[in-house]
Nanobody
């Protein structure tokens, strides 16, 4: 089983920036599609960003409209790390952010299509 551990969350003022990290176990990290999701209290888990496995398209990414232009997803396949750079934070970005892995080579935006999840890291944006 793949294990994922998020870190980097915290309390940030609106307009600020934060970088989230996700450390992944296993030796086949580069073959996974990786994604970031978030979930605010009382709401469903929401797609944020995804990045293709290297077998499909190195560096290819996809973003939710709500974060496009502000968030950047990246991965380090040597270190088994996934990142989410979040800029120009808004109060509505407040949520628990989850790292997810899909044992397939393509991007997916539906939580049900991902196979493994981290425990999440809290991001709180104050106004």
């Amino acid at each position: 089983q793949v294990q994922l551990v998020e870190s980097g969350g915290g309390l940030v003022q609106a307009g600020g920036s934060l970088r989230l990290s996700c450390a992944a176990s296993g030796r086949t990290f580069s073959s996974y599609t990786m994604g970031w999701f978030r979930q605010a209290p009382g709401k469903e888990r929401e797609f944020v960003a995804a990045i293709f496995a290297i077998s499909r398209s190195v560096g290819r990414t996809h973003y939710a409209d709500s974060v496009k232009g502000r968030f950047i997803i990246s991965r380090d396949n040597v270190k088994n790390l996934l990142y989410l750079q979040i800029n120009s934070l808004k109060p509505e970005d407040t949520a628990v952010y989850y790292c997810a892995a899909r044992l397939s080579t393509g991007v997916a935006v539906t939580p049900q299509l991902y196979d493994y999840w981290g425990q999440g890291t809290q991001v709180t944006v104050s106004s």
